[in-house]
Nanobody, 127 residues
Framework: EVQLVESGGGSVQTGGSLRLSCVVS????????IGWFRQPPGTERDGISL????????HYAEFVKGRFTISSDNAKNTVYLQMNSLKPEDTAVYYC????????????????????WGKGILVTVSS
């Protein structure tokens, strides 16, 4: 059974930091790309960062570059999203998702080809 489980969300003040974790199971970690997405209240879901575990390449949406860092621990089947300098507009439900590295399509605002999704975790940034 495939599972993606997010953790590390919560409430912080502007300028604070959080580290999200996505623990995955049920597929070959090294063959997949893992992406982080977010969906603010009342808006569409956006892709914010992705790591391709087959070659280590990463992608960031423009609005998180320099503030967020994605990393992967293959031994733990876990992908992290370190979020620094958080702003109120970062408030959203954050999801991790996985897709075959050979099939994922990266665009500026979304990552297509994700086969599996976590349930999401809430991040709230207060001013």
């Amino acid at each position: 059974e495939v599972q993606l489980v997010e953790s590390g969300g919560g409430s912080v003040q502007t300028g604070g930091s959080l580290r999200l974790s996505c623990v995955v199971s049920g597929f070959t970690f090294d063959d997949y790309a893992i992406g982080w997405f977010r969906q603010p209240p009342g808006t569409e879901r956006d892709g914010i960062s992705l790591i391709n575990n087959s070659d280590g390449s990463t992608h960031y949406a423009e609005f998180v570059k320099g503030r967020f860092t994605i990393s992967s621990d293959n031994a733990k089947n876990t992908v992290y999203l370190q979020m620094n300098s958080l702003k109120p507009e970062d408030t959203a439900v954050y999801y991790c998702a996985a897709g075959p590295a050979s099939a994922v399509v990266v665009t500026a605002t979304f990552y297509y080809g994700m086969d599996y999704w976590g349930k999401g975790i809430l991040v709230t940034v207060s001013s």
